[in-house]
Nanobody, 116 residues
Framework: QVQLVESGGGSVQPGGSLRLSCAAS????????MGWYRQAPGKQRELVAS???????YYVDAVKGRFTISRDNAKNTVWLQMNTLNPEDTAVYYC??????????WGQGTQVTVSS
């Protein structure tokens, strides 16, 4: 069973930056559009950024211009560079496939807390 492991979260002040990483236990990314999702307390999990197998990217309006998603299939890794963080970005962040039929078991996620 392929495992997804997210890392790189932490506590930062508003305006700060973090880089999240998502590693798979074996190569599964190359043929999948991968996304970063987040779930804030009391809210549903939402897709915030995605990258296709052809490196086309999508961002939800709330993070556009501040977040950058990238991937390296050879390293089985997807990253999310997050800049100019604000308290509304506070959530647990997860990675997974974009399309439901390609989705894997959800990992533990990584907590991002933005607070002064």
């Amino acid at each position: 069973q392929v495992q997804l492991v997210e890392s790189g979260g932490g506590s930062v002040q508003p305006g700060g930056s973090l880089r999240l990483s998502c590693a798979a236990s074996r190569g599964i990314f190359s043929d999948r559009s991968m996304g970063w999702y987040r779930q804030a307390p009391g809210k549903q999990r939402e897709l915030v950024a995605s990258i296709s197998s052809g490196d086309n990217t999508y961002y939800v309006d709330a993070v556009k211009g501040r977040f950058t998603i990238s991937r390296d299939n050879a390293k089985n890794t997807v990253w999310l560079q997050m800049n100019t963080l604000n308290p509304e970005d506070t959530a647990v962040y997860y990675c997974n496939a974009v399309y439901a039929w390609q989705r894997l078991n959800w990992g533990q996620g990584t907590q991002v807390t933005v607070s002064s």
